[in-house]
């Protein structure tokens, strides 16, 4: 990032678009960036480590570590920030139904806030807020919330909302009455906020303290890739990095058919061969449909079916094994071809109309 910004001399929304993450995801990492190199550069001029003790105080124990902005050392900052990146490898981002997913963080968590006399409850949502996330850090990010407001109540109410705001998701918590017993630590509540090109912040107001976490919601093209193989979705999400496509991972445990309706990807790829799922079947259902009929299809097999998948309504035929040029071709033929399925059924529309 430094060698983008500094050495190189590109602009922040350069840079963020080199390394494919948001403008202020880069501001804030550039901020860490410049204090790490700091810590760096005064390490080698400071005198070797035994020395210092010796000339410090006899009362003064050594320090565990610079604490961060929230008051933890660096060693946890860091190991926080090992496990997102593990988490980011290891995890697809998904489509998500924000909403559901607050209400089934709430039930987790009710019996936790009844130890504590503390109601929880579900206040104003906005139906159908579909973000791409990783599912499993943001439910994360959400629990750590709702227990730190939790430990600080032996009494009274929290109430979690989801609101929409410039394009982002915006999920509110508020606690109150909470007691002022201690700083409140939402370091890993911020890491992993950051982590999906969002942000965490915390205000204390009188007797009530709230959490507002705020990420993007959908506003890329979204391809769902409807595939068991887990490596082949990471060399897809590996090969849309600046590019105008995200790539989503279909979870094949649930209705398939049902989860492309409700969110709408404006792009499928779809193997054939799946455990337990017809690929074959499952385009010819995504072709009659009307809620998914316009949705365009790349058929991405090992089984050498261009015609036949041609035949059968997919938008592009892309055998594997698949190369990124390729891959991202494919995916410019198919947000063609449903441009052009569009107009023509919007002017099939008019002319009955």
């Known amino acids: 990032l ?17 390394l494919g993450i948001t403008p202020r995801h880069l501001r804030r990492e550039q901020r860490e960036a410049v204090h790490i190199l700091a810590q760096r550069l005064w390490g080698r001029r400071q005198p070797p480590s035994d020395a210092r003790m010796e000339d410090a105080a006899p009362d003064e124990a050594p320090s565990p570590g610079r604490p961060s ?24 981002v998904v489509l998500t139904d ?26 104003a949502c906005v139906p159908e807020v579909v973000a791409c996330v990783r599912c499993s850090a943001l439910r994360q990010a959400l629990i750590s919330a709702i227990g730190i407001l ?33 700083v409140p630590n939402p370091s890993l509540i ?10 965490a912040d915390m205000e204390e107001r009188g007797d009530m303290l709230e959490f507002r976490l705020e990420f993007p919601v959908r506003d890329e093209i979204v391809v769902m890739v409807i595939d068991d193989n887990e490596d082949l979705v990471h060399f897809f999400q590996r090969y849309t990095v600046n590019t105008r496509y995200q790539i989503v991972h279909a979870d094949l445990g649930q209705d398939i058919l049902q989860m492309i309706g409700q969110t709408a990807p404006d792009i499928v790829v ?36 261009e015609e036949l998948a041609l035949s059968l309504g997919a938008a592009v035929y892309l055998p594997k094994p698949v190369r990124r040029a390729s891959f991202i071709e494919a995916l410019d033929q198919a947000l063609a071809a449903g441009g052009a399925a569009a107009r023509i059924a919007s002017a099939s529309n008019s002319e009955a109309r």
């Open 190 to 199: 911020r890491e992993i906020l950051s982590a999906e090109g969002g942000s």
């Open 69 to 92: 902005e929230d008051g933890q050392p660096d060693e946890y900052v860091s190991q926080v920030r090992q496990e997102i990146a593990s988490l980011q490898h290891s995890s697809p």
């Open 150 to 182: 939790v430990e600080r109540m032996s009494s009274g109410r929290i109430t979690v909302c989801v609101e929409t705001l410039d394009e982002c998701a915006v999920i509110v918590l508020a606690g109150c009455p909470v007691r002022r017993k201690s």
């Open 270 to 305: 779809l193997d054939v061969m799946l455990p337990g799922i017809d690929g074959w079947e499952l385009l010819i259902h995504l072709r009659q449909r009307p809620e998914t009929r316009g949705i365009p299809v790349v058929l991405c097999s090992i089984v050498r079916e």
């Open 98 to 123: 924000v909403t559901s997913m607050v209400a089934g963080v709430l039930d987790l968590s009710q019996d936790l806030a009844a130890r504590h006399g503390v109601l929880l409850e579900m206040g």
């Open 2 to 18: 430094l060698s983008l910004r500094y050495v190189q001399s590109l602009t922040q929304e350069t840079a963020a678009a080199q």
